[in-house]
């Protein structure tokens, strides 16, 4: 199996991830996180909308780029 990876800048695509629902008071916050080849999260950052439509709104359109960041990736894999 060839291992492909594309980067963006210092950043891996396959690094970064989204979690919607974090240990908060407060339900507007979310995590995006970068993590190491070993899993581990090396940076995390706490988002935190004005709304919880707005968090509603920011998740989906970051889960629609990661995933359409995954399936380029994977086209381009299997192209080599």
């Known amino acids: 199996m ?3 990876k594309l980067c963006c ?3 891996q695509m396959n690094q970064v991830g989204l979690r919607e629902v974090v240990k908060s008071d ?3 916050r979310f ?3 970068v993590t190491s080849k070993r899993g ?3 940076e ?3 988002m935190q909308a004005a709304t919880q439509q ?3 709104e920011w998740v989906a359109r970051i889960k629609k780029l990661l995933m359409k960041q995954f399936f380029s990736i994977r086209r381009m894999c299997r192209l080599l």
């Open 44 to 46: 995390v950052w706490t």
């Open 31 to 33: 995590e995006i996180s």
């Open 26 to 28: 407060d339900d507007r």
């Open 54 to 56: 707005l968090k509603m």
């Open 2 to 4: 060839n291992e492909c």
């Open 9 to 11: 800048g210092r950043v």
């Open 40 to 42: 581990r999260a090396v």
